[in-house]
């Protein structure tokens, strides 16, 4: 965790990323069986506001009064306030390659095998949800891959299980 890029450009990147994920998975996938503006909310979900998980490290490093103290300024520019550095944590709870493993393992299987399973079939054998899902994973893929890159780790630092192995300490990652 050393540079800290100016987080209204990574989060405009992350936003701009959430809309390849949607026009493709629109455009390949679902075509006109979707409306775009619902894979791209669905999009932002998980490719954007899981960036909201920085408020619990926000309280967690300054309390209550954090938010008031440093305010929401401090989530576009560390300069004013980095709950990372400032408690040597990184909790981030909603980013963790985990998530996207087992996202992926229940698609894949409820594709393969759901449409023959009473009261699931319903839902993989309807493109509109699989597109769904589809499109909530793949933003989620591209959030997790910008900020491996954006930020220097360890290279494991992504996964919960070793941020929670080490304590979240932010000298692990
Ligand atoms: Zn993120």
Known sequence: MIAFWPLWLHETIHFSLCTLAAFLVWRFVAKRGVKFWKLWLTALTSGFFIDGDHLFDHFFAYGVMG???HGVLSFFDASIANPFLEAQ???VIFHGW???IAGSLVLFFGVK?????KGMRSFFSDKKFVSVCL???LSYF???CFDQLSWSHSGWGY???YRLLNNFSLLKL
């Open 135 to 137: 499109v909530f994973l």
């Open 159 to 161: 996964f919960l299980t």
């Open 67 to 69: 938010f008031f103290n």
């Open 113 to 117: 095998w759901g449409k023959g399973v």
């Open 89 to 91: 944590k990184a909790y």
């Open 142 to 144: 591209f959030h997790l």
């Open 98 to 100: 985990e998530y996207l």
